[in-house]
């Protein structure tokens, strides 16, 4: 009766006062949930995504897109010109290097390689007997025209010589002392030099006169070529005063006229003479001289055999001769396939004519690339290519070009790129679109973790661990097969079947075990793994990943190492991935 008395106040007082009533019974609530709290403490553990330190590969890689083209679309141009007289190809059709695809009249170049060869085969051939002997008679015929020709320079010397001692030393001479006295400076130097190479000339005549006394016809011909040379040394000292006197008379008589007379003339007319016949002398001695040296190189030349640097020289002329000929067969210049044909036949052709177009065989994929990619290329680098038109099919190529001039275009710069399609199928034509992924690093059997475990403090890098101590037994090793069983903390056991490599393997940890830090030494990376270079061994397991965990109240629990006595507790589980 009483507590329903109490518990009847308190209803009616709640509904006089309900707000204040509402105020109170939520701050009860709270204050309960506080000493709940309190006596039962909840706790939240963290969960940790671990990855196996394992041997991998580390490959970076630059992607890029653009179209097929021929390696190689050449003109074949004519090197010659002439009428085409055949064409050995038609569009469309396969040629290999060498292959006739036209020719043009040769006519002309086939007689002038007839002539080349018939010369080189005319020098290079062993002479004959006859031929010795004819040309051994032609080299005796210079030596008796070259006698005769000395014998007329001093058949026609007496008459010039004592021509000109009389013009200059007797007393009527036009030239004389007695005859100059008046003479003008400069006439008198002219013809002082006149006197001086007279006298020069009269002593080498006296000289070679007695020499060509000593010597006959049949005399060595050692002995006639240098009364050969003495000679025209002397008919041309005697051309030289004949020469002098002529200008000395023409300055007298031009520049004084008390000079002016009958005599005068009469002496010009004498000395032109002179000179004429002395000048017809030098000539008839260098024609004998000529004639000589001819005759005996061509029978030095038969006895000995040809020069070398003829032989060289009419060689060359033969190549020539050979390779003018040849251009005028038409011959495509590698593998291909003719694109086009503009010409016909009968039609004419000259130097620089296009006869066709060879495309090569050999197909090329041509990109474009940033200046940040198009650096970190070299020619020679593996490339995956893919095809827009081709489903499922895959090629291989090699960069074989980079361009070294990048183009501007709105202020971004861009370079080419050619790359060589090594795999040969009929499918790729010029003109299609391509994918390419060029290959600029690979790294075979190299240390890896993921690159989400990496992580940076300053200058060093590093990774979190586990204690091993959580773990009964390393996760499964590499290449196992069978079916093992792993027990992880103790807080989950199961069986799981390892079959084939398990480096991709990743356990999810849930424990209030601090992670521990250990500082490694990085190496290349790529998209997804990071080579590590000190640091870690090959199985190590390290944290790519950490989740906040979720509550959990804590009780009294046995070990946590199932039959492992005095192991420490560890709250929290492990979850085996799916494979």
């Keep these: ?123 290079v051939k062993p002479a004959t007997s006859a031929d010795i002997a004819i040309s051994k008679n032609n080299l005796t015929k210079a030596y008796d025209s070259g006698w005769n020709a000395v014998s007329g320079v001093f058949l026609n010397l007496p008459n010039i010589m004592s021509g000109m001692k009389d013009l200059l030393y007797s007393q009527t001479g036009f030239l004389s002392d007695q005859n100059s006295a008046s003479l003008s400076s400069m006439g008198r130097t002219y013809r002082d030099t006149t006197g001086r190479s007279y006298d020069l000339a009269v002593a080498q005549y006296q000289k070679v006169l007695q020499e060509y006394k000593d010597l006959t016809r049949t005399s060595a011909t050692s002995s006639i070529d240098i009364l050969i040379a003495d000679t025209y040394t002397t008919i ?97 210049p590698y593998n291909g396939i003719i694109g086009r044909i503009p010409v016909n036949v009968y039609g004419q052709a000259s130097s620089g004519t296009t006869i066709a177009t060879i495309i090569g065989q050999q197909k090329m994929a041509s990109i474009s690339l940033n200046e940040v990619d198009a650096a ?45 399609i090594n795999t040969d199928d009929a499918r790729i034509k010029p003109g299609m679109s391509v994918n390419t992924t060029i290959i600029t690093l690979q790294k075979d059997n190299v240390l890896t973790v993921p690159s989400s475990a990496i992580k ?9 661990t586990l204690e091993k101590s959580l773990f009964t037994s390393t996760v499964a090793p590499t290449n196992t097969t069978g079916t093992t069983t792993r027990n ?55 944290i790519t990943k950490t989740t906040n965990g979720s509550s959990a109240q804590t009780t009294t629990a046995p070990s946590i190492l199932s039959g492992m006595t005095g192991a420490r507790r560890t709250s929290g589980s492990v979850s085996m991935p799916t494979r």
């Excluded at 056991?493 to 030494?521: D, E």
């Design 236 to 332: 041309k000292m005697v051309s030289e005063a004949t020469a002098n006197a002529q200008n000395a008379i023409n300055y007298i008589i031009t520049n004084q006229s008390e000079y002016q007379s009958s005599s005068a003339s009469s002496a010009l007319s004498s000395v032109t003479t002179w000179s004429s016949q002395a000048n017809s002398d030098v000539s008839n001695i260098i024609s004998a001289q000529n004639s000589i040296l001819s005759s005996a190189n061509s029978f030095d030349t038969l006895i000995t055999g040809a020069d070398s640097l003829d032989i060289r020289s009419a060689q060359l002329n033969l190549e020539q001769a050979q390779r003018t000929y040849d251009d005028y067969f038409v011959r495509a």
């Design 456 to 464: 940076k403090q300053g200058n060093e890098s590093y990774v979190q």
């Design 376 to 420: 970190k290329i070299k020619v020679g680098q593996s490339v995956k290519i893919t095809f827009d038109a081709i489903d499922n099919f895959n090629a291989v190529g090699t960069v074989s070009v980079v361009d070294q001039i990048g183009t501007v275009s709105s202020g971004v710069v861009s370079y080419g790129v050619k790359i060589l």
């Design 488 to 542: 992880y903390n103790g807080l989950a056991s199961t069986t799981r079947n390892f079959a084939g490599t398990q480096n991709t393997r990743a356990v999810t940890i849930s424990t209030n075990t601090t992670p521990k830090k250990v500082i490694v030494t990085t190496g290349d990376s790529d998209d997804t793994n990071t080579e590590i270079l000190s640091g870690l061994n090959r199985g190590d397991l390290v």
């Design 1 to 123: 009766m009483i507590k329903q008395n109490i518990f009847k106040k308190i209803f009616n007082w709640s509904k006089s006062h309900r707000i204040l009533s509402i105020i109170i019974f939520l701050v009860i609530i709270f204050i309960g949930y506080r000493i709940y709290k309190s006596v039962f403490p909840t706790v939240t553990i963290p969960s940790y995504t671990l990855s196996m330190a394992k041997m991998g590969s580390i490959t970076q890689t630059i992607t890029g897109s653009g179209q097929v083209s021929a390696s190689n679309q050449t003109d074949i141009l004519s090197q010659s010109s002439g009428t085409i007289k055949s064409i050995n190809v038609s569009v469309g059709q396969t040629v290999h290097t060498g292959d006739l695809i036209a020719t043009i009249d040769s006519v002309n170049a086939s007689i002038n390689l007839e002539s080349a060869k018939l010369s080189y085969a005319k020098l």
